[in-house]
Nanobody, 124 residues
Framework: QVQLVESGGGLVQAGGSLRLSCAAS????????MGWFRQAPGKEREFVAA????????YYPDSVKGRFTISRDNAKNTLYLQMSSLKPEDTAVYYC?????????????????WGQGTQVTVSS
């Protein structure tokens, strides 16, 4: 199995940028397809971005497309989420997750391992 630890969250003004990182340890990171999810208070967990094990395929929902970029460095066992043009509605706890299934996945139920999350707060 793999252990995941997120970092990089914080408080940012609307229109600003943040880069989240997710450090992986344990089983070989490059064998997993990875994703980012977020959960705001009182709301369900929401898909944010996904990337294939090799990094050649990515997928985003319309809510973040063009503003967020997912990437990975398999040599460093690290997943990233570059967020720009942030909006107050992006405020949430952000989680990285790893999936054993083939292909890019966007359903939280298809992910097997989760980090503890990092808080992102966007002020207006």
């Amino acid at each position: 199995q793999v252990q995941l630890v997120e970092s990089g969250g914080g408080l940012v003004q609307a229109g600003g940028s943040l880069r989240l990182s997710c450090a992986a340890s344990g089983r070989t990171f490059s064998t997993y397809n990875m994703g980012w999810f977020r959960q705001a208070p009182g709301k369900e967990r929401e898909f944010v971005a996904a990337i294939s094990w090799s990094g050649d395929r990515t997928y985003y929902p319309d809510s973040v497309k063009g503003r967020f970029t997912i990437s990975r460095d398999n040599a460093k066992n690290t997943l990233y989420l570059q967020m720009s043009s942030l909006k107050p509605e992006d405020t949430a706890v952000y989680y990285c997750a790893a999936s054993d299934l083939n292909g890019v996945r966007w359903s939280s139920g298809e992910y097997d391992y989760w980090g503890q999350g990092t808080q992102v707060t966007v002020s207006s």
